[in-house]
């Protein structure tokens, strides 16, 4: 009988240390490609009158913190922005602000003010899709002297793994 135990601790014992070593599979793939599409489907409703010229585009991966060499296992999410530059005109960061939010909010995007500084207004949007739970802030300006007219979006995909990534150079 204590043999069958013994076997049966030894058995436990070796599937959970062979699961504390099994790594989960990084998605940071798959929240590149959707990142980048929830970014380009938020930012087609912004009027095209109101752009003064082509949007600055970034997509990369970001690495949560980890003590010494980075590991399969870190945190990771996907960030995809644009950086809009708008007509000089009044209201038109205002505008556009409400075509995203609007856009947004008739997709099942949950709005809340993120934070007010020095006359830039950022909003942030949520929504749990199939993959987890998103994330996009949108930053604006109302008119005012000496602030120029944009628009910036932000695109946060749910936490992953690293897996085999690297880091961006």
Do not use: K
């Amino acid at each position: 009988m204590s043999r069958l135990v013994a076997a049966l601790a030894v058995a436990v014992l070796a599937l959970a240390l062979g699961g504390c070593t099994m790594s989960a599979e990084s998605r940071l793939d798959e929240f590149h490609a959707e990142a980048d599409r929830i970014l380009a489907d938020t930012v087609a409703v912004v009027p095209e009158d109101l752009i003064a010229e082509d949007a600055f585009l970034e997509s990369e991966p970001r690495f949560g913190p980890v003590e010494g060499s980075p590991s399969p296992s870190q945190p990771a999410w996907w960030q995809s922005r644009a950086y809009y530059n708008l007509v000089t005109e009044t209201d038109a960061s205002a505008r556009a602000f409400e075509a995203v939010a609007t856009h947004l909010e008739e997709d099942g995007w949950t709005r809340s003010r993120v934070r007010e500084i020095d006359g830039w207004i950022t909003d942030g949007f949520c929504h749990e899709l199939d993959s987890g739970d998103w994330y996009i802030e949108v930053t604006w300006v109302p008119t005012a002297p000496d602030l120029a007219e944009i628009l910036r979006v932000l695109v946060v995909s749910p936490t992953t793994v690293r897996g085999d990534n690297e880091s961006p150079s």
